[in-house]
């Protein structure tokens, strides 16, 4: 079934253990996302990439990092997991980053760093 | 600075009609969208507006005046299931997509 994966479903972290949430394509999409939704705040965008080997950073990028090695595949790391850090993470993507396309999300991680 | 403003919460009576606004505030416009969210699920893609008037598409439909940087998301005939957040994104000048916080729907019997 195309779409997006998203590993773990959820998961319990120490804080300033260091986590990998695992984002899987199969859409061939070239751009995709990482957000953090928290209750009354919305859809905040962490990291992006418009197309594979490049990447950028959202509207709180700090604590986070990703890597675009290839197309299908966008993680995201937190070096050093911290409270302020639990949340529940989606990952998106879409077919081209500057064209009116239609965002598909992945059904979400839910973090809890404690 | 950019800004989406709906609001937080509504309840509707199934069967009735209820109309979600959207304002928007966007360094440019190529479109604005609409998404469904359930409780502990994804969003979803609901509608794509990106000239002004009313798109329909079911019991959904979605009205853009650009000039008034005004949406709405209107939904007819309500069914318990239409009980969610609905989402409203606005893609600027850099087809960054902009999102709003969300206003959660009631749907009461």
């Known amino acids: 079934i195309a779409g997006i994966t998203q590993a773990p479903t959820s998961q319990i972290l120490a804080a300033g253990r260091r986590m990998t949430l695992r984002c899987t394509q199969d859409?061939?999409?070239?751009?995709m996302y990482w957000y953090r939704q928290d209750l009354g705040l919305g859809l905040r965008l962490i990291h992006y990439s418009n197309t594979a080997g490049t990447t950028g950073k959202g509207e709180v990028p700090d604590g986070y990092s990703v890597s675009r090695a290839n197309t299908d595949d966008f993680p995201l790391t937190l070096a050093s997991a911290v409270p302020s850090q639990t949340s529940v993470y989606f990952c998106?993507?879409?077919?081209?980053?500057?064209?009116?396309?239609?965002?598909?999300f992945g059904p979400g991680t839910r973090l809890t760093v404690l | 600075g950019q800004n989406i403003d709906q609001p937080t919460e509504m309840t509707a009576t199934e069967g009735a009609i209820v109309q979600i606004n959207c304002t928007y505030q966007t360094s440019g416009f190529n479109g604005l969208f609409w998404y469904q969210q359930h409780a502990g699920e994804a969003p979803t893609f609901l509608s794509y507006n990106v000239l002004d008037g009313l798109e329909e598409k079911g019991r959904f439909s979605s009205f853009l005046s650009r000039s008034k940087g005004y949406s709405y998301l209107l939904l007819k005939e309500l069914q318990m299931k239409d009980s969610a957040s609905y989402l409203c994104a606005v893609l600027n000048s850099n087809y960054q997509l902009i999102w709003g916080a969300g206003t959660k729907l009631i749907i009461k019997p």
């Open positions: 998106a993507s879409r077919r081209l980053a500057g064209a009116q396309d239609t965002q598909y």
């Open positions: 859409m061939r999409h070239n751009a």
